[in-house]
């Protein structure tokens, strides 16, 4: 095979810019420089067990190419599963890069990070580099969550922030589960399936400073689950009784048909449906049925087999 389609060929990825981006993105290993060994701080015995907690991190970035741009800020809030904020205060901290990095940001960073101070406050602070940051923030979720991967990575569309922890925050993923939760993925289901409700949604303010859309996120899923996300368990799921699905199938007579399980028809349409059509409902015993032959016509009473009563119905 020619190197220029075999795609394990260094020619290969060298022609192809995206493809070359990804393996970059996702096999290239951070510098061991940059990264410090992190300390196990154990929670204070003091605080209780956080139930299901979660972790809501934002992060600031000179871009969105994950093979190039940095993190330059980032805040992490923590909740538990009811969305109760356990550290008002939380952790903040801008992330230095040097001054060339940020003036080759493209146009809405230069100007957007530029506006919001971000910038002014990256450059006042060069001892906050990416391995004292990460040993901060990894000591800080530490201290309320010392047991690793019990906690979930929370925020709108926190994928992309996990993409860039990957590759600079990789203690802290570590120290996390892998499962998240994106609050931006029940946005987008429901503006499929319920489009009118979501139009009643509080707008966000968009400030995008990490902080700031920490709490958005926060207030956003909780309107989520007030308003959209039911509690409970429907009546017709309630039931400990377990629907019995009937097999016409068999020679069985309609009278013997096994009845499925169920309180009341009302509280249990679907089981209603399952056990019987319409035309059967009523059915209560067989019916006698007509034997021809060529001589005679005589009238038995014996029982329609199921293939039958199916046709007849």
């Not at 022609?15 to 940059?34: C, D, I, Q, Y």
């Not at 969305?83 to 040097?98: A, R």
């Not at 968009?206 to 709490?215: E, F, G, L, N």
């Not at 039911?230 to 377990?242: F, K, M, T, Y």
Request: with cysteine.
């Amino acid at each position: 095979m020619s190197d220029i389609l075999n795609p394990t060929s260094p020619s290969y990825i060298a022609s192809n810019p995206m493809f070359s981006s990804l393996v970059s993105r996702f096999l290239k290993r951070p510098s061991p420089v940059a990264l410090e060994p992190a300390k196990v701080t154990k929670r204070k015995l003091s605080s209780p067990a956080i139930f299901k907690p979660l972790v809501w991190i934002d992060c600031e970035m000179t871009g969105l190419d994950i093979s190039k741009d940095h993190i330059i800020e980032i805040c992490c809030i923590i909740t538990d599963g009811n969305l109760n904020i356990i550290d008002e205060e939380g952790y903040e901290s801008t992330v230095y890069v040097p001054k060339k990095v940020l003036d080759n940001m493209d146009e809405w960073c230069v100007s957007h990070h530029g506006e919001s101070g971000l910038t002014a406050k990256i450059l006042a602070n060069p001892q906050q580099t990416l391995a004292k940051v990460q040993q901060e923030l990894l000591e800080y979720i530490q201290s309320y969550i010392s047991e690793p991967r019990t906690s979930l990575l929370a925020g709108n569309s926190i994928h992309m922030d996990k993409f860039f922890m990957m590759k600079e925050f990789p203690q802290v993923i570590d120290h996390l589960h892998y499962r998240l939760v994106d609050v931006s993925s029940i946005m987008e289901i429901g503006y499929r399936h319920n489009p009118a409700l979501m139009k009643k949604c509080p707008k966000k303010k968009a400030a995008h400073t990490a902080r700031s859309d920490i709490m958005e996120s926060i207030a956003q899923l909780k309107w989520y689950r007030d308003n959209y996300l039911r509690e409970g368990i429907p009546d017709h799921l309630n039931s400990s009784a377990q629907p019995t699905i009937v097999d016409h199938s068999t020679s069985e007579s309609p009278a013997k048909k096994p009845k499925i399980a169920s309180k009341t028809e009302e509280d249990h349409e679907v089981a209603i449906k399952l056990e019987a059509s319409p035309t059967d409902s009523h059915v209560k015993e067989a019916e006698p049925s007509i034997v021809f032959n060529p001589d005679t016509v005589k009238q038995t009473s014996t029982p329609a087999n199921a293939e039958d009563s199916i046709k007849t119905a």
